[in-house]
């Protein structure tokens, strides 16, 4: 018999996902009738994993484990580290750039939009700056008074 301290720690943490070869006595407990807690203790599992096993397995019919939903992802880490070196060496390069220089270096194929949409995961938004009235001599004597006649209003 297994002592409190060793199963507890056998069950903390995160663990790999449970072989086929554990999850048929599990449907073969739930089927001679015996109750989740029972299963658990005699294959010593969590309950909730019991229980999950369970479930996906009475409206599937097996315990295989389904492909993930979804499409998988384009860009790979190493991509994705690539694409963010690319974009801090130089910031002003467009997205259609970035789209080729990813494609001769690393053979990515990819679309500019997706660069798009990968950058701006990343942190990176592409925006124009705020224009700004170049001040000349010539300027800032037509703007002096405007700005002293506006200098004491309020909201």
């Known amino acids: 018999m297994q002592t409190a301290s060793t199963n507890i720690g056998e069950r903390m943490g ?9 999850r048929g006595p599990v449907i073969g407990g739930h089927l001679c009738n015996k109750s989740i807690r029972d299963i658990s203790w005699l294959l010593n599992i969590p309950r909730s994993t019991v229980s999950g096993i369970i479930t996906k397995w009475k409206p599937l019919g097996t315990t295989a484990t389904q492909p ?3 499409r998988p992802r384009h860009m790979t ?13 130089s910031r002003q390069l467009s997205a259609e750039s970035i789209a080729k220089d990813l494609q ?10 997706t660069v ?9 938004h592409g925006r124009a700056a705020a224009s700004k009235p170049s001040i000349t001599k ?8 405007w700005c002293k006649a506006r200098r004491h209003w309020t909201l």
Do not use: Y
Not at 14 to 22: G, I, P, W
Not at 79 to 85: A, C, S, T, V
Not at 104 to 113: H, N, R, V
């Open 138 to 145: 010539c300027n800032a004597k037509r703007w002096m008074p």
């Open 68 to 70: 993930p939903s979804g």
């Open 77 to 89: 880490g190493r991509g994705q580290r690539m694409l963010k070196r690319t974009v801090r060496r």
């Open 14 to 22: 995160r663990s790999q996902e449970l072989s086929d070869s554990k």
């Open 104 to 113: 001769t270096w690393c053979g990515f194929q990819m679309s500019p939009t």
């Open 116 to 124: 798009r949409r990968e950058l701006h995961g990343m942190g990176f």
